[in-house]
């Protein structure tokens, strides 16, 4: 059973592990299809239109399932894997662990944005960034630049506190809903904050070229099985047939063999180290 | 360019940007003033802002900005571009208008800008001089 555990928790072993199975997925070109994915429905998840990965309902569940798709690649490297998570209201400065050359590697250079440390460091030669938005074909961050603060556990704690799931018009307007303050668009803004504090690529619609983006991403997929602990009687929303969104037992693109009725559950698929 | 002249030309421009969103385009009818939402204070003064999408749209723009040149004006394209493109250096960046007026880019794309303007002069300080790819 694959069980996911906080990044700060994880030996020099199981992080060299994870970071091996990461350059193995971008040397077959794998790791390169997913960023692909993200960025398409990205540019076409709009307010007004069709919406499933982002700003909707369904960034919860759509989310869910893009990352047990890539930890499926990953476990097919190496089966003892999983994704870790990355809890930034703890680990919160460019000089936590996470960021260690022997790790994730830091921040970019002034000039360029271009991280020099690490195994995704250009001059490594492992981790070409070839789905890109600009010229620049390799890593680039600028932690803390775009955003000072990463979101606290108190604005966090007030999120979780948020009773109903998602509120029309299901997209990045809705103002009264756990998922688009989780989201980011209304409210303390957690999610949308975490990439524009990392900045680079996590701050584009390419934003799987880093590979923090799994961390984090996995951080907000444990938020929200927190907040259905919390509220076991508050349902995904809307339940009935919405137009232009997602709803309960619609299947999802790009996949379109899942709904996010079967992506409620995260534990017929994963555990966390813990949930409290 | 030397290092320490962009990093100057950035710090000050950066400054004059922030200036320009806070206190909205006075020449660009329709647009919303609001700040960028990266910052968690102004943030959830989006709320109740909700609506304007396909109302009136910003008016055209031409300008250089650090060397780029970056414009903008109403397509007639499908609606998920806001009805409106932006080229920096001849080149597409991909924008979108959010239901309550502000915008993002493809390089800017988890913070809202409250004009088009002002997210092609934020992608042009992310680029730093790189050019822009357009993704298809």
């Known amino acids: 059973m694959t069980v996911r555990k906080n990044q700060a928790s994880l030996t020099a072993a199981e992080k060299r592990s994870f970071v091996d199975a990461l350059l193995e997925l971008k040397r077959t070109g794998q ?29 919860l ?30 680990d919160r400065t460019a000089s936590a662990s996470l960021w260690a050359p022997g790790f994730l590697g830091g ?34 961050r600028a932690l803390g630049s775009g955003v000072a603060q990463l979101p606290t556990r108190a604005e966090v704690d007030s999120v979780l506190a948020m009773p109903t799931y998602d509120t029309a ?21 957690l999610h949308n904050r975490v990439h524009v504090w990392v900045g680079g ?6 934003s799987p070229n880093d590979p923090v983006f799994w961390l984090h991403h996995a951080f907000i997929d444990r938020l929200w099985a927190q907040w259905q602990a919390r509220h076991p009687r508050s349902a995904y929303l809307p339940a009935g047939a919405t137009r232009n969104v997602v709803s309960l037992n619609d299947v999802m693109r790009p996949w379109n063999d899942v709904t996010p009725a079967e992506m409620l559950d995260h534990t017929k698929f994963y555990t966390f180290d813990t949930l409290a | 360019m030397s290092q320490l002249t962009r990093r100057r030309a950035l710090g000050a421009t950066a400054t004059v940007l922030t200036g320009l969103v806070l206190t909205g385009f006075a020449r660009t009818a329709g647009a919303s003033s609001e700040p960028r939402t990266a ?24 300008e250089t900005f650090q060397g780029r040149r970056i414009e903008g004006a109403p397509s007639h394209g499908e609606g998920h571009h806001g009805g409106y493109a932006v080229q920096i250096d001849g080149e597409e960046l ?5 239901a309550d007026s502000t915008w ?33």
């Open chain 1, 31 to 59: 790791y390169d299809t997913f960023v692909t994915t993200h960025n398409a429905f990205i540019m076409s998840d709009t307010d007004s239109g069709d919406r499933v990965g982002h700003r909707s309902p369904s960034f």
């Open chain 1, 61 to 90: 569940p759509w989310h869910r399932r893009f990352l047990i798709q890539f930890e499926q690649a990953l476990q097919a490297i190496d089966p003892a894997l999983a994704l870790p998570y990355w809890d930034w209201t703890a």
């Open chain 1, 107 to 140: 921040t970019g250079r002034s000039r360029d944005g271009q991280v020099t440390e690490g195994p995704f460091a250009v001059s490594g030669g492992r981790w070409p960034v070839t789905v890109t938005v600009d010229g620049r074909g390799f890593l680039r």
């Open chain 1, 169 to 189: 018009p299901w997209n990045s307007a809705s103002s009264d809903g756990f998922r688009n303050h989780l989201e980011g668009w209304r409210g303390v803004n």
């Open chain 1, 201 to 206: 690529q996590m701050a584009t619609g390419a």
């Open chain 2, 39 to 62: 910052d968690p204070k102004h943030n959830a003064g989006h709320a109740g802002h909700t609506g304007h999408a396909g109302h009136e749209g910003p008016q055209p723009f031409s």
């Open chain 2, 94 to 98: 991909h924008v979108m208008q959010n």
């Open chain 2, 104 to 136: 993002v880019s493809v390089i800017n794309h988890y913070e809202t800008f409250a004009t088009p303007r002002a997210v092609a002069r934020a992608a042009v300080i992310e680029l730093q001089g790189s050019e822009l790819v357009p993704l298809a």
